[in-house]
């Protein structure tokens, strides 16, 4: 069974720094593409980021410069820097596993966990 726990998020105001991270059981990350995803309320799950085993890194053009994606291989957890951050990246925020050279979500991403909330005022 894949579990992927959640811990991180928070509140901070406009321009401040938050980090996600997802701690997996079930699998590991050298052999699985690992994505962030985010939701708000009433939005489509959208993809933020990716990182492929060979550590090739995705990012949607709203967050390029701004978030980093990364991970640690032998505590088999991902992470999500989130640096500058603006009111319109506040949403609850997912981890999950994404096929290979896959640059969209599908809606599954923002339905398999829990999530981590993200908010950002101005």
């Known amino acids: 069974e894949v579990r992927l726990v959640q811990s991180g998020g928070g509140s901070v105001q406009a321009g401040g720094s938050l980090s996600v991270s997802c701690t997996a059981s079930?699998?590991?990350?050298?052999?699985?593409?690992m994505g962030w995803y985010r939701q708000a309320p009433g939005n489509e799950c959208e993809l933020v980021a990716t990182?492929?085993?060979?550590?090739?890194?995705y990012y949607t053009k709203s967050v390029i410069g701004r978030f980093t994606i990364s991970q640690d291989n032998p505590k088999n957890t991902v992470y999500l820097q989130m640096n500058s951050l603006k009111p319109e990246d506040t949403a609850k925020y997912y981890c999950a596993t994404t096929p290979p050279g896959v640059r969209q979500a599908t809606g599954f991403e923002c339905k398999w966990g829990q999530g981590t909330q993200v908010t950002v005022s101005s």
């Open positions: 990182l492929s085993t060979d550590g090739t890194t």
């Open positions: 079930g699998l590991t990350f050298d052999e699985s593409d």
